[in-house]
């Protein structure tokens, strides 16, 4: 069985950081890349950010800068260090693994998805 568990998520203030942890089970995903996407309320889910297998990341240009994607492979774990948050970066936060090593920042890209964890950012 394979799953994918976010964590970490909670409410801060604007400023803040959190570190989101998407731990992965049922497989290896070292060879996949991996994404965190989001979705706000009343909004499509959209790409935030995608690390390859080979470590090289790649991120929306609205969180450049302030989240860092990191994985653990020993662990079969990602991370999305978020810092300085804004209120516009509330929404459920989702891992996924990607069908292309080399990432996507489509979500049809990506076939196993999390459950995914709420961040809420108040002003």
């Known amino acids: 069985q394979v799953q994918l568990v976010e964590s970490g998520g909670g409410l801060v203030q604007a400023g803040d ?3 989101l942890t998407c731990a992965a089970s049922g497989r290896s ?5 991996m ?3 989001r979705q706000a309320p009343e909004k499509e889910r959209e790409f935030v950010a995608a690390i ?5 990341t790649d991120y929306v240009d609205s969180v450049k800068g ?4 990191s994985r653990d492979k ?10 300085s ?9 989702y ?5 292309d090593p080399y990432g996507s920042r489509s979500r049809d890209e990506y076939n196993y998805w999390g459950q995914g964890t709420q961040v809420t950012v108040s002003s």
């Open 17 to 19: 950081s959190l570190r």
């Open 29 to 33: 995903f070292n060879t996949y890349a």
């Open 35 to 37: 994404g965190w996407f």
């Open 52 to 56: 390859a297998w080979t470590g090289v």
């Open 66 to 69: 302030r989240f860092t994607i």
């Open 74 to 83: 020993a662990k079969n774990e990602v991370y999305l260090q978020m810092k």
């Open 85 to 93: 948050l804004k209120p516009e970066d509330t929404a459920v936060y």
């Open 95 to 99: 891992c996924a693994g990607g069908r």
